[in-house]
């Protein structure tokens, strides 16, 4: 019987906030046993020279069920994730229209989704929850200590808009009471209070809430000025509709309430320059409030001007080149603590070519590692372990799987990415492996990608395909 399932060899180790170093690494039963110089005896070796050698990546921004069945997106999307590095993706999920088309207690639909999930992600997997009645927020303490959810969801311009913008019936699309500042207000104080008490058991336990910061109010007067001007079907057009200002008129909103709550708070997805800016205030000015900001892939490196059609609509929208790179300044500062895909597999035929009913959303989670590579290491200088930092060790951080997940420590779980630098690909949906039949990033040259995915000790991706079945198993929190 050999010592160790697994080594991985002469590979170059990524660890966060630390640096890189050159060792083996060993794996026995899903954890990592050993890291040292020529180790040997292991069932399986996997040669890693010239290669990188991160944790794998936590997908922290995702979306499972959004626009097709449950069921379907986990053996679909995950198998994605494993191509871009993630090992763990965290799902947000709802009641009201898509997802399931109901509402009711998460006591009785969590359950469900769970079901619907296991057996056939290949990524371990948790879910981010948003209350989004008064009953449901009532559910907060229970799903922190019986459920294992940890991070909970407001989507602030719901209180005056559906997901595409097209119809202002906010209560039929929430099926819920009351989606307004009140109802937040009534969140935060849940989450605070939840905060507390389990940081009271466990001093490195965090629970929060995510905001999709977005105001409403201001929407509704810019879409009328976009449509009355000739209604160009674009996504600059879009853009102009959701403009940066009322990020920062949100951000401002949310934030002063999570101070007055002492609510620990993310801010998603982060679109623009402005945003970025209204984040960096509110940590400035409210320095004892616990702040943490994402940016996406897709508003790291796309802008409306390169892109054509409706594929690339999504919630905030894409924005201009100059948004782009004060996002990428906010990377490199450290003003951003982590990037995510907001993956949500959305079809060709859900897009059309009519701006407004157009679903907002797309795939990226296959890109994680490559694009923070491509463009974060080799294009602007970004250190391998700050790399690490940002999509795996900050977001396991944020989200309570610190260090079992998001780490390279002896003794937690062995979700490993191993990187070829060098490897430069053009991306294509089949390189990707969704379900999606479309790519916003389709045709870009991307250098740095995965060459095998390590999930718990076993190889799940190798060049190119996955291997074995799914494994993926839900993560209490």
């Known amino acids: ?19 890189e170093i050159r060792a083996d690494l060993a794996t026995r039963a899903g954890r990592i046993a050993a890291i040292g110089e020529d180790l040997t005896d292991a069932d399986e070796v996997l040669d890693a020279t010239g290669k990188l050698v991160f944790p794998g990546a936590v997908d922290a921004h995702y979306h499972l069920g959004i626009y097709r069945p449950l069921e379907v997106d986990a053996a679909e999307e995950t198998r994605s994730s494993l191509v871009g590095g993630a090992t763990t993706v965290l799902s947000y999920f709802r009641t009201g229209q898509h997802y399931l088309n109901k509402t009711g207690a998460y006591e009785d639909i969590l359950p469900e989704v769970l079901a619907a999930v296991s057996g056939r992600s290949w990524t371990d ?11 449901q927020v009532g559910e907060v303490p229970a799903l922190v200590d019986r459920h294992g959810i940890s991070s909970f969801k407001y989507y602030m311009f719901y209180k005056g808009f559906n997901l595409s913008a097209d119809s202002r019936d906010a209560k039929a699309f929430t099926m819920s009471d009351e989606y307004d500042l009140g109802h937040l207000y009534q969140i935060m104080e849940a989450v605070s209070a939840a905060a507390v008490s389990a940081a009271a058991r466990d001093a490195g336990r965090r629970v929060s809430l995510s905001l999709h910061c977005e105001q409403a109010e201001l929407m509704r007067l810019f879409i009328e000025r976009v449509r009355a001007a000739g209604d160009p079907q674009t996504l600059k057009a879009y853009s102009d509709a959701r403009p940066p200002l009322t990020e920062r008129v949100a951000i401002g909103e949310a934030t002063t ?4 709550t002492a609510c620990p708070v993310n801010l998603l997805h982060l679109s623009s320059g402005e945003a970025l800016a209204a984040a ?37 929208p894409i924005r201009s080149a100059q948004d782009s790179a004060a996002l990428w300044d906010g990377v490199l500062s450290g003003k951003v603590d982590w990037v995510a895909s907001d993956h949500a597999c959305c079809l060709e035929e859900h897009k059309g070519d009519e701006l407004w009913p157009a679903l907002p959303g797309f795939g990226g989670t296959g890109l994680l590692y490559p694009v923070l590579l491509s463009e974060g290491m080799h294009k602007r200088g970004l250190a391998p372990h700050r790399v690490a930092e940002l ?34 690909q053009e991306v294509t949906g089949e390189l990707l492996l969704s379900g999606q039949d479309h790519c916003p990033f389709a ?5 740095g990608w ?17 291997v074995g079945d799914p494994r993926g198993a839900f993560v209490a929190r």
């Open 391 to 424: 999509v795996s060790g900050n977001p396991a951080r944020a989200y309570g799987l610190w260090p079992r997940k998001g780490s390279l420590l002896v003794g937690q779980d062995a979700d490993l990415a191993v990187v070829d630098p060098d490897l430069e």
């Open 450 to 466: 995965p060459v095998a995915t390590v999930l718990r000790g076993q190889v799940a991706y190798r060049d190119g395909a996955v």
């Open 125 to 135: 997997f948790g879910f981010h929850l948003a209350p989004m009645d008064t009953r």
């Open 257 to 260: 309430l999570a101070a007055a």
């Open 1 to 19: 019987m050999s010592r160790y399932d697994l080594i991985i060899k002469n590979g170059t180790l990524v660890l966060p906030y630390t640096g």
């Open 443 to 447: 045709g870009r040259k991307v250098r």
């Open 280 to 316: 960096t205030e509110a940590r400035l000015a409210r320095p004892d409030l616990d702040l943490r900001t994402e940016v996406t892939l897709h508003h790291l490196c796309l802008n409306y001007d390169e892109l054509s059609g409706l594929g690339g609509k999504v919630n905030p």
